[in-house]
């Protein structure tokens, strides 16, 4: 297998920047975004850490709540390249990834590269084609390059891919196997803005003040891509207390054991909560993290590693409260 | 015992399983009555004890409660033996009457006999027959000739069904559960082994209440059948019957006779009748021994109840066997035996009760208003007694020592401890700082002590995870401002 490199720009090692600078920038990214999608300053935050986290994001919520605003919204802040794929049944792994394309003209074989070839991906009802088919973004998240007829082709960092599904709509839908899962870094739920919010959104596009559709060209740009991975190299560098570390490895572990959960988090949770943990600090405007950075990231990184025992789903039992029991159950740390 | 037609059961000798099921059928007509003298006998006692010493950890309260279960098997025997004869007496006349019948060997129930194994079948010997005590030996020595009883076996039975019952109680309203509240449940036991204990304590009493008035009943129909093989009751009320059959038959023919009867002498009014002779029997000296009794008794107080159960307590300890007693060639020794069997007895029960002060003491009852929250939080200690006396001087001491996380760490908990002493607060495993000044401000926003910890939580994280101790002014300032604002209403600065 050859490896090829893309043809897009790699930004080379970023230079360190300095902790407040990330900071301010993360800070700056935010507000941006908030004046975007009005509402959901969760769903924001959220979206951001696994941006600053180099993660990926799987996003729940019904259609109409600005999914694929957000993207545009961070491709344009970031001025990266951003690429939508709608899963339907009938799409082909190669329909994502690409193929390679016999040129008669040429007698030779020639690339056609898929969507997945962008750096902000948005999988668009992920659960709407087949496990073949969504095993096709397994090596794209994880690996970031794509293989073509033996051919490894590496992606352009930062790379992030956004997946949505719907969870009213069951009809028709496969859902993501466990292997694909694990490798989200957050599962976000999007839900309806509250009152007040939604009052306002609406006013704002009556004002004129936002867009209706999806126009994000008042937006104006933020970072770029170097920018993006030195917030991302400063977010590594954040220092990390043993016992913040031993926390988020017993909720982990405590998960695997807990009344009501048939399968508990992998270690890969464990590493995300770490690494989220840091990007919480760094926008919290810390250079260190505490275990309230830890908690605070835990609930979109365990969601969708556990799965409920036939017990619990029969008695109704949601995710969400039982989270908030394992939190509640695993001692926080004490100096 | 000879009035017959007032039976509520047939007088008849059976086997002591027919006895038992004699008993089950007693219960399960009088069981409402029953049931309600169980619950006003014991109902409030049990909720004293449990208050007292509450949760399943101080095994006192329940230990207690099952020590007394004589006590409170008393009045049920009482309305088992009137009701046997017809007479319904209300439960709460049963337990005015208490003082009348309830104290009768009721210690020995309570000591040396508490664990006897026929403890429902002995009990009508006890408080009916209110016999002296030789009689009363003789009369259990009686009771224990073959066949057997099956005293022992009826408690047996009743222990294994109670404990049955009572686990059962248990699962049952654990399977009845929902899984959601099971589960916080299941969390919340953890730490509040009290509540699983009460529940426990409920349906063991509510086993109790139960089967405790059919072990009493069965225990009573034993007794009655052993007496009615030993002393022939049956024959009376059978005589009787034969009596008024052929005087039913014979009616015609004495309507014929009468005139010829009326003309001879009546011999019946001669004789005495079968009542009158089987009274005189059965109060001749064979059945009921005739003896002369000396002894000193307390007197009684003039204006005292007669029945006063620490009367008839030191009575029972104080009173000599007669003179005429055999002891053999050295009669000061059963005297001497005696006393030292009551000393040490006593001086058993005084140690236990030395041993177990701490338990017997009412614990302080948390004010309803303010909770209290553990004080040991995962290491976490928020007790008084763990932080310095003077806690100011303390952090200048570290500050002078240059150690400034000890004295951070000192400050910390000196306000988590002010706020636990003022608003019970209430601290879960998971807390993280930032999950404290969360709650704090929701739930105590007026409180100085809740700003002051705003300013220094920030202050104490950082030092404590980002290894960046706050300068010594800072502590200095925030020394000064917790002392300011961690003041009660009417102190002084401290």
Redesign the interface.
Known sequence: MTQHSDDRVTPAAAAPMPLADAAALASRLEQALNQVLVGQREVVREILLALLTGGHVLIEGVPGLGKTLLVRALSRCLALDSARIQFTPDLMPTDITGHAIYDPKSERFRMRKGPAFTQLLLADEINRAPAKTQAALLEVMQERQITIEGSAFALAEPFMVLATQNPIDQEGTYPLPEAELDRFLFKVLIDYPDAEQEQRLVRMVLDGTIGDSLAVASLAQITDAAGVLAMQAAVRRL?L?NA?LDYAVRLARQSRDF??LARGASPRASIAMTRAGRAHALLDG???????DI?AVARPVLRHRLCLSA??E????RME??LD?L????????? | MSDAPRHQARIAPRSAWQAIDLGTRMYRRWWAPLTTVWLLTTLLPALALWWLWPGWQSALAPLLFWWLKPLWERPLLEYCARALFGERTAPLTLLRQFPRYGFSYLFDQLTWRRLSPSRSYHTPVFQLEKAPRKQTRQRLQVLALPPSSHGGALTLLTVHLEQGLAASLVVLAWVLFPWEASLTLEYWLDDQANAFGAAMLVAWYLAMTLLQPLYVCCGFALYLNKRTWLEGWDLEPGLGDIGRRRAAHIAPALALLLPLLCLAPTLEAAEPSVRDQAVEILAGEPYMPMQTEQAWRWKQPPSGDSSNFFDTLLRKLFEREPASRPLGTLPWLGELLRVLAWAALIAVMLWLLWSQRHRLAVPARPAPTRPRAPLVIQGLSLAPESLPVDVAAAIREALHEGDRRRALSLLYRATLAELHQRHGLRISAGATEGDVLRQLQQTQPDDPLTGFLARLTPAWVRTAWGRQPAADEHILALLKDWQHSGQLPGEGPA
């Open positions: 220092s207390d913040v009344p009501g810390r250079d260190f993290v505490t275990p309230d908690k017990d619990a029969i008695e109704g039992l409260p039982l029991r939190l509640d159950a695993v001692p926080a740390p004490r100096q």
